[in-house]
């Protein structure tokens, strides 16, 4: 959604109510959620009442914005300045919004994102698998077994998606159990010399290795693809100036969801995601 057909749903708080009710983040109640009876109706702005056990619920009840008392105007807003990669401190000066209040969006956000993970199918085709390290500069060893470092590993279908995952560790174990749950067997994957790949043929896949002290591609032998989703990441990342390592998964999915639909209208993959979480979390 760009921004002038954004205006048609901030300009006022009925627009902006109605489009997250058509959407499915705000719920419409047919039936009162404490006695079902069908006798609810609409009594004030943001009330519901039923007649028939006399009970009251704001028109936020049941949704992922129940405990965001902002406008719902702003709340588009905010999601178009997510949209945007727009920074918090500034959305909040732009929103004219607490800090805490924007960043709780963002954070709801990339809540929704890690939920609804949008690859949770299985991989086919031309696979690149990597492993790659995240972290502040710290002396000492660099690259795989650097200490304090956070080890992310990627798959990558050419022509297709990314998904990346923080790893407890790169040993063959792990990424093995990793490959045979996202990728579908006889693909053909290329990795660098890495020796925690060594197995891959033995459960079924084709592989393909790259040397990277000798060179960089062989013909289709490469893993161009995944590392340039890394340096994606990191660049993106220097921003925050240090991510705490809990959180990080929420940012790494993000950067992820955003690789992924880079050639998309994100904001409205942004709204579907929250619908998603809706669903997941408001189950009643």
Avoid at 238 to 260: M, Q, T
Wanted: glycine content about 10%; overall charge positive.
């Amino acid at each position: 959604m760009n921004l002038v057909e954004l205006t048609r749903y901030t300009n006022d708080e009925e627009s902006a109510e109605g489009y997250l009710r058509e959407q499915g983040i705000l719920k419409t109640y047919e039936e009162c959620p404490y006695c079902g009876s069908k006798r609810i109706n609409r009594v004030r702005r943001f009330k519901y009442k039923c007649y028939s056990c006399n009970r009251e619920l704001g028109v936020r009840r049941g949704s992922i914005l129940e405990g965001l008392r902002i406008p719902f105007t702003k709340f588009l807003m905010a999601i178009k300045l997510f949209e945007l990669d727009t920074s918090v401190r500034e959305a909040a000066k732009q929103l004219g919004l607490a800090y805490n209040t924007v960043y709780n969006i963002h954070s709801l956000i990339r809540k929704a994102i890690l939920t609804t993970d949008v690859n949770a199918s299985s991989f086919s085709g031309e696979i690149e698998m990597d492993e790659s390290y995240f972290g502040g500069r710290r002396k000492g060893k660099r690259g795989r077994g650097a200490a304090g470092k956070v080890p992310v590993f990627g798959i990558l279908e050419r022509g297709g998606k990314v998904t990346v995952e923080v790893v407890t560790d790169v040993q063959g174990e792990t990424l093995l159990e990793m490959a045979i749950k996202k990728v579908k067997r006889g693909s053909l994957i290329y990795t660098d010399k890495f020796g925690s790949y060594n197995g891959l043929v033995s459960y079924g896949f084709k592989h393909r290795r790259i040397d990277h002290g000798k060179r960089f591609a062989n013909g289709k032998v490469y893993i161009n693809g995944i590392e340039g989703f890394w340096s994606f990441a990191k660049e993106r990342l220097l921003k925050y100036h240090g991510v705490d390592a809990e959180k990080f998964p929420l940012y790494l999915k993000e950067l992820e969801f955003r690789y992924n639909h880079r050639d998309r209208d994100l904001f409205d993959d942004l709204v579907q995601v929250l619908v998603g979480y809706s669903r997941v979390a408001y189950t009643e």
